[in-house]
């Protein structure tokens, strides 16, 4: 039988926007960007997992879904990091909010849309346990690992309705973008440890 969805709307790789040929079910990869994208290939935690590096066609996708509204990304990106999970439990998923500022100018959060993804893939409930108490600059626009640290200092809080729907002791699995000095996350995971949970582990889509 012809799909006729398929033939009105055709895949297309999230990397290069090829269309992906119909036989290849189920995937938004297409055969050569599956072959050429800079495939992370060191261990996978056991803090930190991730499909990825942060650069070629995957830093040039990730610069689409963000500042470009590619937002279909979010799907292959979700299904990736996902699969990089394996090895621990986690009780929930939760991400790092996007300053608001930056979700209104961008018309959505970018990590919530991940974390959407990760956790329908991974059967875990999706909850939003942290806020943005303040708007700061851009962390790739910091010069340094030290200006990273200080620019998210404090910037973060636990949303204590959303933490009480967990059990003490929860273990975490957050969803960031990009992974470069760990600033952000290990702010987030203070937070969040602090709020009472066991453990927060970190996901993202590629790692530099």
């Known amino acids: 039988m012809i799909d006729v969805l398929s033939l009105l709307y055709p895949k297309t790789c999230a990397f290069c ?26 261990a996978q935690g056991p803090d930190l997992f991730a499909p990825l590096y942060y650069r070629g066609a995957a830093r040039s996708a990730i610069h689409r879904f963000k500042f470009k509204r590619a937002v279909s990304c979010a799907k292959t990106f979700g299904a990736l990091m996902a699969q990089s999970v394996h090895g621990v439990t986690f009780d929930a998923v939760t991400w790092i909010p996007c300053s608001l500022p930056r979700r209104l100018k961008r018309g ?9 993804e990760v956790s329908k ?5 999706l909850i939003p346990m942290l806020t943005r108490k303040r708007h700061g600059r851009a962390q790739f626009k910091q010069p340094d690992a030290k200006s990273r640290e200080l620019n998210v ?6 949303r204590g309705k959303a933490a009480a729907r967990l059990a003490p002791g929860a273990r975490i699995l957050l969803v960031d973008d990009i992974y470069t000095t760990g600033a952000t996350c290990a702010e987030c995971r203070r937070v969040l440890l602090e709020a009472g949970c066991h453990s927060v582990r970190f996901v993202c889509i590629a790692r530099k």
Request: proline fraction near 9%; include cysteine.
């Open 17 to 42: 926007r090829k269309k992906i040929p119909r036989q290849v079910s189920g995937a938004y990869i297409c055969p050569e960007c599956q072959d050429t994208l800079p495939w992370y290939t060191g």
């Open 108 to 116: 959505f959060d970018q990590c919530r849309l991940l974390a959407l």
């Open 121 to 125: 893939r991974l059967g875990l409930p």
């Open 153 to 158: 200092q404090n910037a973060f809080a636990a």
